[in-house]
């Protein structure tokens, strides 16, 4: 008998054991959470609460504290870039240390929608436009957190693919794009590193909301055999019918649409209790499988690594040289001054906004990781052209407590009567409570206070962003006294990107400013009335955008290089919402032309989760596409820009040269509706139908070597149900290491079904020394072959297998014969 079976029965035999002692209210009640972030405990039995936690790139833990810091890994589009599966189970495996460290044992990812239009607001938080490299990247990253003991949550269940009325949008998907593309996104987490929970979808599929819906029994539980837990993503569950269904675990609690009402309705016989057995018997197979089962304990930690040099690695192995007309890597020896241009060279994005948000204790900025890089080098920085939408929040060197004297800012909390009944010392002025033992439904009121040293003379605009009734005071004046509306009706959306008011001040360096701000919290009775995001901070006042243009080519005028960072913001990629269009944010385009202009030698670093415009791409020296790329992201981008590390990533979705030559863009419902009418053809299938050429096609990248592609083998047969080896020959002619990515496509030109021109069937990446060669094996599984109607099809004949380096240069080919089984 094999470990795996042994540890099987045991689990099995306690969840049996423990099942058994429940009465049905213990039953309904595990069923809901118990607050936030944790389920119930019953001490009786043994179960302790489990608790999950926002991720996936990072683990954020059941506060939202910067107390109580996270590792900040790079982004999923980054991860996605490496097209590295080895990558993804390492990162996997350190978020599970991450979240062991916290005490989480559940993490809330990966998230592996699609990127289905380059519109959508949360791509940076998912992997790829295509199935096949979004489905291996999960699977690994699944195994890499659950051989580590953290169970692994797959989201979100289905079709949620866009966040425009992301609660209500009812999304029409064609059955054949439906099981090709988006359930084929996460079959293979579920089949092979049998994943422990999956998270369902706010949104409903041809008028059945996620939650209630047949899917989650077939496929997910009867077709692919999955015994993990169905959690709900926050508030997703909405009525007791979603019990009748596969739902199990409803998010968050402790109140919710079963409870009393499901107790209810399994006395009087409208639902069986077997039904409520089946969930209940879930929940305690996931608390066995964490160690929080009567006698079971946590696996021990089977893949540890620093976390901080795998997310520099990371980082620099997804990052995507788009052009580079021999300017890189720079020699560092060569180097005498540097220009370093961009809002967001010195404050990065290195996380999109939203639930994903973790808290590191400190990042790198470009700026920071060049500067380290290059002791003794001039490095000249310049604004160049704002980025900032929104408040940044007041650094803690910046803030005296009025109370301690010490770093940071001093928060109360107030009742009615306006008696203080909280108070906490904070070390930031962006906050955000999540349940937990702040008493936030009794606050009526909520007071932030510090003083301001100021870090240079300046003029600001300081002020909040809340919603409702806020007033700012400063040095002891009332400032502002202003009402907040929500911006929009995603109830997430406004609580986590609420509206800003500000006032124009001016600072003087060694001078000090008092600042109380004071928000009248209002009683309220959703589903996140036991949640509170303030914010008080700046943002820089009306400015000359032609100056800041013109000291950024000054800059660069006398400077050996210029590197301009330019990216998007908080505004344009975020949870709750999408974006309005593809550009970059500002005046960027124009001062990248313009540094360009003034030096020929002008590398333009791209920091952004998903595709932007680049029109100036033609008229730089080089173009690396950095993502957001964690918290060691500046330390990366030096060491790829220096030649420390090779650009080893890919482009993981197309990025397109116009917005209007865009063949799937739409992400705004029609009447509630959003209908998939392009069917199984997006991403790089949509632009192969399509008149116009994309600026860079999935897959591209450049490398710092010259590896040569050759000698592409596959079996003259493949058998229904079987799996192929194909073979590629890599040689690496160049003087360096580098890294290639070896992809396969099929064709099928005469087929009786509608086809793409061509699909992913198989991806490897390969790194070879100077000189080396080395066969790439990559398995193409005849599933991948097969079509859907009404069931998975077999079109047995000839197919065109084409290897490559993008969707579009596939100089290699040959072919294979499908056979039937029978």
């Given at each position: 008998?094999?470990?795996?079976?042994?540890?099987?029965?045991?689990?099995?035999?306690?969840?049996?054991?423990?099942?058994?002692?429940?009465?049905?209210?213990?039953?309904?009640?595990?069923?809901?959470?118990?607050?936030?972030?944790?389920?119930?405990?019953?001490?009786?039995?043994?179960?302790?609460?489990?608790?999950?936690?926002?991720?996936?790139?990072?683990?954020r833990?059941?506060?939202?504290?910067?107390?109580?810091?996270?590792?900040?890994?790079?982004?999923?589009?980054?991860?996605?870039a490496?097209?590295?599966?080895?990558?993804?189970?390492?990162?996997?495996?350190?978020?599970?240390?991450?979240?062991?460290?916290?005490?989480?044992d559940?993490?809330?990812?990966?998230?592996?929608?699609?990127?289905?239009?380059?519109?959508?607001?949360?791509?940076?938080?998912?992997?790829?436009?295509?199935?096949?490299?979004?489905?291996?990247?999960?699977?690994?990253?699944?195994?890499?957190?659950?051989?580590?003991?953290?169970?692994?949550?797959?989201k979100?269940?289905i079709?949620?693919?866009?966040?425009?009325?992301?609660?209500?949008?009812d999304?029409?998907?064609?059955?054949?794009?439906?099981?090709?593309?988006?359930?084929?996104?996460?079959?293979?987490?579920?089949?092979?590193?049998?994943?422990?929970l999956?998270?369902?979808?706010y949104?409903?599929?041809?008028?059945?909301?996620?939650?209630?819906?047949?899917?989650?029994?077939?496929?997910?539980?009867?077709?692919?055999?999955?015994?993990?837990?169905?959690?709900s993503?926050?508030?997703?569950?909405?009525?007791l019918?979603?019990?009748?269904?596969?739902?199990?675990?409803?998010?968050?609690?402790?109140?919710?649409?079963?409870?009393?009402?499901?107790?209810?309705?399994?006395?009087?016989?409208?639902i069986?209790?077997?039904?409520?057995?089946?969930?209940?018997?879930?929940?305690?197979?996931?608390?066995?499988?964490?160690?929080?089962?009567?006698?079971?304990?946590?696996?021990?930690?089977?893949?540890?690594?620093?976390?901080?040099?795998?997310?520099?690695?990371?980082?620099?192995?997804?990052?995507?040289?788009?052009?580079?007309?021999?300017?890189?890597?720079?020699?560092?020896?060569?180097?005498?001054?540097?220009?370093?241009?961009?809002?967001?060279?010195?404050?990065?994005?290195?996380?999109?906004?939203?639930?994903?948000?973790?808290?590191?204790?400190?990042?790198?900025?470009?700026?920071?990781?060049?500067?380290?890089?290059l002791?003794?080098?001039?490095?000249?920085?310049?604004?160049?052209?704002?980025?900032?939408?929104?408040?940044?929040?007041?650094?803690?060197?910046?803030?005296?407590?009025?109370?301690?004297?010490?770093?940071g800012?001093?928060?109360?909390?107030?009742?009615?009567?306006?008696?203080?009944?909280?108070?906490?010392?904070r070390?930031?002025?962006?906050?955000?409570?999540?349940?937990?033992?702040?008493?936030?439904?009794?606050?009526?009121?909520?007071?932030?206070?510090?003083?301001?040293?100021?870090?240079?003379?300046?003029?600001?605009?300081?002020?909040?962003?809340?919603?409702?009734?806020?007033?700012?005071?400063?040095?002891?004046?009332?400032?502002?006294?202003e009402?907040?509306?929500?911006?929009g009706?995603?109830?997430?959306?406004?609580?986590?990107?609420?509206?800003?008011?500000?006032?124009?001040?001016?600072?003087?360096?060694?001078?000090?400013?008092?600042?109380?701000?004071?928000?009248?919290?209002?009683?309220?009775?959703?589903?996140?009335?036991?949640?509170?995001?303030?914010?008080?901070?700046?943002?820089?006042?009306?400015?000359?955008?032609?100056q800041?243009?013109?000291?950024?080519?000054?800059?660069?005028?006398?400077?050996?290089?210029?590197?301009?960072?330019?990216?998007?913001?908080?505004?344009v990629?975020?949870?709750?919402?999408?974006?309005?269009?593809l550009?970059?944010?500002g005046?960027?385009?124009?001062?990248?032309?313009?540094?360009?202009?003034?030096?020929?030698?002008?590398?333009?670093?791209?920091?952004?989760?998903?595709?932007?415009l680049?029109?100036?791409?033609?008229?730089?020296?080089?173009?690396?596409?950095?993502?957001?790329?964690?918290?060691?992201?500046?330390?990366?981008?030096?060491?790829?820009?220096?030649?420390?590390?090779?650009?080893?990533?890919?482009?993981?979705?197309?990025?397109?040269?116009?917005?209007?030559?865009?063949?799937?863009l739409?992400?705004?419902?029609?009447?509630?509706?959003?209908?998939?009418?392009?069917?199984?053809?997006?991403?790089?299938?949509?632009?192969?139908?399509?008149?116009?050429?994309?600026?860079?096609?999935?897959?591209?990248?450049?490398?710092?070597?010259?590896?040569e592609?050759?000698?592409?083998?596959?079996?003259?047969?493949l058998?229904e149900?079987?799996?192929?080896?194909?073979?590629?020959?890599?040689?690496?002619?160049?003087?360096?290491?580098?890294?290639q990515?070896?992809?396969?496509?099929?064709?099928?030109?005469?087929?009786?079904v509608?086809?793409?021109?061509?699909?992913?069937?198989?991806?490897?990446?390969?790194?070879?020394?100077?000189?080396?060669?080395?066969?790439?094996?990559?398995?193409?599984?005849?599933?991948?072959?097969?079509?859907?109607?009404?069931?998975?099809?077999?079109?047995?004949g000839?197919?065109?297998?084409?290897?490559?380096?993008?969707?579009?240069?596939?100089?290699?080919?040959?072919?294979?014969?499908?056979?039937?089984?029978?």
């Amino acid at each position: 008998m094999s470990d795996t079976t042994t540890t099987t029965d045991r689990i099995e035999a306690a969840v049996d054991s423990a099942l058994g002692e429940l009465t049905l209210e213990e039953k309904v009640l595990l069923l809901t959470g118990k607050d936030f972030w944790s389920t119930w405990p019953i001490e009786r039995i043994g179960l302790r609460s489990m608790v999950v936690s926002d991720g996936p790139s990072g683990v954020r833990g059941p506060v939202w504290d910067e107390r109580s810091p996270s590792l900040n890994l790079p982004s999923a589009s980054a991860l996605s870039a490496s097209f590295d599966p080895e990558i993804a189970r390492r990162y996997g495996a350190v978020a599970a240390c991450e979240a062991r460290r916290k005490g989480v044992d559940v993490v809330l990812g990966p998230t592996i929608n699609l990127h289905r239009s380059p519109r959508g607001g949360r791509h940076f938080e998912a992997f790829s436009e295509d199935p096949v490299l979004t489905a291996e990247l999960a699977r690994t990253y699944v195994l890499g957190l659950q051989d580590n003991g953290v169970g692994a949550t797959p989201k979100h269940y289905i079709a949620n693919d866009s966040e425009t009325d992301r609660f209500t949008v009812d999304v029409q998907v064609p059955p054949r794009a439906l099981h090709e593309l988006y359930l084929r996104a996460f079959e293979v987490a579920i089949t092979e590193s049998r994943a422990w929970l999956v998270m369902s979808a706010y949104n409903s599929i041809h008028g059945v909301t996620a939650t209630e819906h047949e899917l989650l029994e077939t496929p997910l539980k009867t077709d692919w055999g999955f015994d993990g837990v169905v959690i709900s993503d926050w508030t997703a569950v909405r009525s007791l019918r979603s019990a009748e269904a596969e739902q199990d675990l409803v998010m968050p609690g402790p109140d919710g649409p079963w409870g009393e009402a499901l107790v209810a309705a399994v006395r009087d016989g409208r639902i069986a209790e077997e039904v409520v057995d089946r969930k209940v018997r879930r929940i305690l197979r996931l608390a066995a499988r964490v160690g929080a089962l009567g006698d079971s304990t946590p696996a021990p930690l089977v893949h540890v690594e620093d976390g901080i040099a795998f997310s520099r690695e990371a980082a620099a192995d997804g990052m995507v040289l788009l052009e580079n007309r021999g300017e890189l890597p720079w020699d560092a020896a060569a180097l005498t001054s540097v220009a370093v241009i961009g809002n967001n060279a010195q404050h990065a994005r290195t996380q999109g906004g939203g639930s994903a948000t973790v808290l590191p204790e400190r990042t790198v900025s470009p700026l920071e990781g060049l500067t380290d890089a290059l002791p003794g080098v001039d490095i000249r920085y310049s604004l160049g052209a704002v980025n900032q939408t929104g408040l940044a929040g007041i650094p803690r060197e910046r803030m005296t407590n009025p109370v301690t004297g010490g770093p940071g800012a001093r928060v109360t909390f107030r009742n009615g009567e306006g008696e203080d009944i909280f108070t906490e010392d904070r070390l930031a002025t962006e906050l955000v409570w999540f349940g937990g033992d702040v008493p936030i439904a009794k606050a009526r009121q909520v007071e932030i206070a510090f003083t301001l040293q100021p870090a240079r003379t300046e003029r600001l605009d300081l002020g909040f962003a809340a919603v409702g009734h806020a007033q700012l005071w400063i040095d002891g004046k009332l400032s502002i006294d202003e009402v907040v509306e929500p911006e929009g009706d995603d109830l997430g959306a406004a609580l986590l990107s609420p509206g800003t008011k500000t006032v124009p001040v001016e600072l003087t360096e060694g001078g000090s400013v008092d600042v109380r701000f004071v928000y009248d919290q209002p009683e309220r009775d959703d589903a996140l009335s036991n949640a509170l995001f303030l914010t008080v901070g700046t943002q820089p006042s009306s400015v000359d955008e032609d100056q800041l243009i013109a000291e950024a080519v000054e800059a660069a005028r006398s400077a050996d290089v210029a590197l301009v960072v330019v990216g998007t913001n908080s505004k344009v990629e975020s949870e709750g919402f999408d974006r309005t269009d593809l550009r970059l944010p500002g005046r960027q385009d124009d001062l990248v032309r313009a540094v360009a202009a003034a030096n020929p030698r002008t590398v333009v670093l791209v920091n952004a989760g998903s595709p932007v415009l680049l029109p100036w791409r033609d008229d730089v020296a080089a173009v690396l596409v950095g993502w957001f790329g964690g918290q060691e992201f500046g330390n990366a981008v030096a060491d790829v820009l220096l030649g420390v590390a090779e650009p080893g990533g890919r482009l993981p979705t197309t990025w397109a040269a116009e917005e209007e030559h865009v063949p799937v863009l739409e992400t705004t419902p029609a009447d509630g509706v959003l209908e998939y009418t392009e069917g199984i053809h997006i991403g790089y299938r949509a632009w192969l139908r399509s008149d116009e050429e994309p600026a860079y096609w999935f897959g591209h990248g450049l490398g710092y070597s010259d590896i040569e592609l050759s000698d592409f083998v596959a079996p003259a047969f493949l058998i229904e149900g079987d799996a192929a080896q194909v073979t590629v020959t890599a040689t690496n002619r160049g003087d360096r290491a580098g890294k290639q990515v070896v992809l396969v496509f099929a064709e099928r030109p005469d087929s009786e079904v509608e086809r793409p021109v061509r699909w992913l069937v198989g991806f490897a990446p390969v790194r070879l020394a100077p000189g080396e060669s080395a066969k790439v094996h990559v398995p193409v599984p005849s599933k991948l072959l097969a079509h859907w109607r009404d069931g998975w099809q077999y079109e047995v004949g000839e197919y065109t297998l084409r290897a490559g380096t993008t969707a579009d240069e596939l100089p290699l080919a040959t072919t294979i014969e499908l056979e039937s089984d029978s």
